[in-house]
């Protein structure tokens, strides 16, 4: 058994894309370490500021809500509020719901619950069984951003953290590559610009593995979530998941390179792409069209229903 880089302890944990040995507790200092700079970096904090945390009950958000609370919650002169969106699937959501209300209490977090049946009038198990053109992932991301928007602002948050990790980011950027939706790369958090209506997201994770974060959960003995979506096979991003864990294996730092690629082009990429030009959907949420997103397939799946 190889000893700890740091200490020489036994029992060291292998990081591959760096070839360093660590022990339990300089793996933590390593992940925190990495989540303090992505949070100095992310946020410019001045006092006031009201952070809202997206969390899920999965290990990924339940980690970002512990670190923010960890390095943030000291302050006084700042909030922090968890925001969990209840989709309304069956044997899924309503097991993790109070799951993350115990973190919160615990964290000494207010907990906000706010669900797709109240803000869309039909539930993520509806739009599954209904006839539908898109993947049942698709419409769960559309609706989730949305309430997830709305909720943050209604809370009046400056920031909205999520729990995206390494993997996530990585498989994004590839998934906009290619399909050459170069402009949406442009709008890929963290956000820097500001536009009226839309809370800027930060992602403290984003540099953090999910191996990673598995790994720092359960060292710390964190409760979390750890059950499938069962609407998880139709996403998209499997396909991605998949092509970058590959490479990952193969060539270990590769999700590391595309995201220090993709930190490389983003001046450029905000040069060329100006923030769009936005106006109020009818539900309150800004779009650059008519409609928002999340009404249009709402309405979709509503029409269809009738016919």
Excluded at 210 to 237: N, Q, T, V, W
């Amino acid at each position: 058994m190889t000893d700890c880089d740091k200490c020489r302890k036994k029992a060291a944990i292998l990081i591959r894309y760096s070839g360093a040995h660590l022990c339990k507790e300089h793996f933590c200092e390593f992940v925190d370490k990495r989540v303090k700079h992505e949070i100095r970096q992310q946020l410019d904090i001045k006092g006031g500021e009201r952070i809202a945390v997206a969390v899920s009950g999965g290990k990924d958000s339940s980690l970002a809500l512990h670190m923010i609370s960890k390095i943030l919650g000291v302050r006084k002169d700042l909030g922090i509020a968890a925001i969990t969106i209840d989709e309304g699937i069956r044997g899924y959501r309503d097991s993790s719901v109070p799951l993350v209300r115990r973190q919160c209490h615990d964290l000494g977090v207010e907990h906000i619950v706010v669900s797709f049946k109240d803000m869309f009038g039909i539930t993520m198990d509806d739009i599954a069984c209904r006839d539908r053109r898109l993947s049942a992932c698709s419409y769960c991301g559309v609706l989730r951003r949305n309430a997830m928007n709305r909720a943050a602002r209604g809370w009046s948050a400056t920031h909205l953290a999520t729990g995206l990790n390494l993997d996530d980011t990585s498989q994004s950027i590839l998934m906009n590559f290619a399909r050459g939706d170069v402009e949406r790369l442009a709008r890929l958090g963290p956000h820097k610009r500001r536009q009226t209506g839309l809370v800027p997201r930060i992602q403290p994770l984003r540099t953090i593995p999910e191996s990673e974060s598995m790994l720092y959960a359960m060292i710390k003995g964190m409760e979390f979530h750890d059950l499938e979506c069962p609407y998880a096979p139709e996403a998209l991003r499997n396909s991605y998941r998949t092509v970058v864990g590959e490479l990952e294996d193969q060539f270990p730092g590769t999700r590391h390179s595309i995201l220090k690629s993709y930190e490389h082009m983003m001046p450029v990429l905000e040069e060329m792409y100006e923030p769009a030009a936005l106006r109020m959907c009818s539900c309150g949420e800004p779009t650059i069209s008519e409609k928002c997103k999340a009404c249009e397939l709402i309405e979709n799946v509503k029409d269809n229903a009738s016919r």
